[in-house]
């Protein structure tokens, strides 16, 4: 008997998935436990595993599409069997997601080329001229504005012109480098126009505008990247918490000259490379037990303040931003809130974290100083009531006892929501980071 494998929920916050990848096709053979394919998830790729064995008889998503929680991906079955109920309603729900695409289609083609005429100078009448053309056998041809018009200012049939971009589409490049004739009709098109001025040389001298010194040329074509569930999600996590939730910031510059010593020393001894990043965590993990109000959480009628002090580490890889969380941060050990952070980062890179790495923040950490940017702000990550932009390690000129002498500070920002956290209270912890910073050796006892 046939068995369908949809679209499972993968993580708390998804509600789509991705097929990244598919591992079978159709025909192939699987067992019970078998990871089918890997489904981008809104936060990672995640395994789709098959919990049934069988024949695959129909694969219903096309690798890159996504598909609503619960919608049929695979049939499985005896090898012959007929599926036709089955794959009828398979069909159906992929119809329906291509009828949602082509519903998008209109707009999105219309934003593609309202975006390129911009770049590329495009006239209404070059786009109803750069429409889809036919090739030979009536296939649709795929090629971007710009290299449309280019092919029929040289009178190149595009239907002949092999595309090297996306899907095959016909780019800029493919134009330039196509070898084959002009067709005859555009040629002579070509001609008349090249003749045309010739008659009004004179008068388009005389009329002709001063022309700038440097004329633009476009480097490249261009680029419309598929956004992922990731960036969608993070996309519209942060409109909401930007949009909704009161921001203030207040920055405050801490003296790092005794926590790069302390540093240099513990990394004489340890076997884990202690980094800065791991200093500051610690020393927000102290002073959050300190002021549970920066440990807080909005909650409509009521704030939470947090029992356990969880720090999300913000860590940036291609599709956006993840923020595994350090649990029970303020009872842990430099040497440990180290190798958590450097796994977590490993794994986020490598799409390897699970759902339960990036749930139960009560507070995040976002530190760009390792790419020299010494003072930022960054945006709450809900439901947390505040995050702590870190920057760069500066040398810098201060005065101590009269004297100016080299120094090193370090600025950091920290975002409240205003709901739950007041500027005194957001104060009050920045000066307790900084007293731990200035005097590590207080927060190791």
């Given at each position: 008997?046939?068995?369908i ?20 096709k ?78 998008k289609k ?42 449309k ?78 956004v ?22 207040e ?5 790092m000259?005794?926590a ?14 202690i ?30 303040l ?51 790495d ?39 000129p ?35 980071v ?12």
């Amino acid at each position: 008997m046939a068995t369908i494998i949809d679209m499972p929920k993968l993580s708390d916050t998804m509600e789509e998935g991705t097929i990244a990848k598919w591992n079978i096709k159709e025909g192939d053979k699987v067992e019970a436990g078998d990871i089918v394919a890997e489904v981008e998830t809104d936060k990672a790729t995640m395994d789709l595993e098959a919990f049934d064995p069988g024949t695959v008889l129909k694969i219903l998503v096309e690798e890159g599409d996504s598909a609503p929680l619960g919608a049929k991906l695979v049939i499985l079955g005896e090898e012959g069997e007929d599926i036709s109920d089955l794959e009828g309603d398979g069909a159906s729900a992929k119809e329906s997601d291509g009828d949602k695409k082509e519903e998008k289609k209109p707009s999105e083609d219309k934003d593609e080329s309202e975006e390129e005429e911009s770049s590329e100078d495009t006239s209404e009448e070059a786009d109803e001229k750069g429409a889809d053309q036919k090739s030979d056998d009536g296939g649709r041809v795929k090629a971007s504005p710009l290299a449309k018009k280019m092919a029929e200012e040289k009178g190149i049939d595009l239907s002949k012109v092999e595309g090297s971009g996306p899907q095959g589409r016909v780019i800029k490049a493919d134009i330039e480098n196509y070898k084959g004739e002009a067709a005859p009709a555009a040629a002579e098109k070509k001609d008349a126009a090249d003749a045309k001025p010739e008659k009004s040389d004179a008068k388009e001298e005389k009329a002709e505008a001063p022309k700038p010194s440097v004329s633009g040329t476009s480097m490249r074509e261009d680029e419309d990247l598929k956004v992922s569930q990731m960036r969608k999600t993070i996309a519209k996590r942060l409109a909401e918490s930007k949009f909704t939730s009161p921001h203030f910031y207040e920055t405050i510059d801490i003296d790092m000259k005794k926590a790069m010593a302390v540093r240099a020393s513990l990394n004489e001894i340890s076997d884990v490379k202690i980094s800065f990043n791991d200093l500051v965590v610690k020393a927000c993990a102290v002073a959050l037990r300190r002021h549970p109000w920066l440990n807080a959480s909005w909650k409509g009628d009521v704030v939470r303040l947090n029992g356990d002090v969880n720090i999300a580490i913000a860590v940036a890889v291609d599709e956006g931003l993840l923020t595994p969380v350090i649990r029970h941060t303020d009872q842990k050990g430099l040497r440990d809130i180290s190798i958590e952070t450097k796994d977590f980062a490993a794994r986020a890179r490598d799409k390897k974290l699970q759902p339960q790495d990036w749930e139960g923040s009560t507070f995040t950490i976002s530190n760009l100083g390792m790419f020299g940017i010494e003072e930022f702000t960054a945006i709450i990550n809900p439901p947390n009531a505040a995050i702590l932009a870190v920057g760069a390690i500066r040398d810098v000129p201060v005065v101590e006892d009269g004297q100016v002498v080299p120094g090193k500070r370090m600025k950091v920002t920290l975002s409240s929501d205003h709901r739950v956290v007041d500027g005194a209270k957001a104060a009050e912890f920045l000066n307790t980071v900084r007293k731990l910073l200035e005097d590590p050796a207080s927060m190791l006892l």
